[in-house]
């Protein structure tokens, strides 16, 4: 789903994705300048090895997920909120979800029996 800038005002244009078993909703507004304010939830599950044991197991996922999309450069840096740069002033909200999902399944991840040998220990 692409969503031209100029098209993005005042008024929330809503949004929903999924892949696999992910959702990703939500909306985006015109914030201030270049700058577009993303309002979102991701849902689901995926199923991957643990860190310790390796054995698969299957996260829930229920992250709220809010960010700000720059139309070209962000110069600014006093930004609460991360900014992510959109280039031919297209916001490709297939690109915000993949790099988002990437992140959560980039952290470390321990099955409910590795998690508790460690909280226990
Ligand atoms: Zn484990």
Known sequence: ????CRRIGKTPIEFT????????????????GSLFYVNGHI????????DICA???????????EILVSDG?????DEALDVVEMTDSVVD????????IELIKCD?????DCDNITVNH
């Open 43 to 50: 849902e689901g599950h995926f199923n991957a090895p643990c």
């Open 73 to 77: 450069m962000y110069k600014g840096m």
């Open 17 to 32: 994705l999924e892949k696999e078993e992910i959702r990703f909703f939500g909306s985006i507004v015109f914030q201030k």
């Open 93 to 100: 909200m297939e690109t915000i979800f993949h790099s988002e």
């Open 55 to 65: 054995e698969p197991f299957d996260t829930i996922l229920n992250e709220v997920i």
């Open 108 to 112: 470390y991840r321990r099955c409910p």
């Open 1 to 4: 789903m692409k969503i031209e």
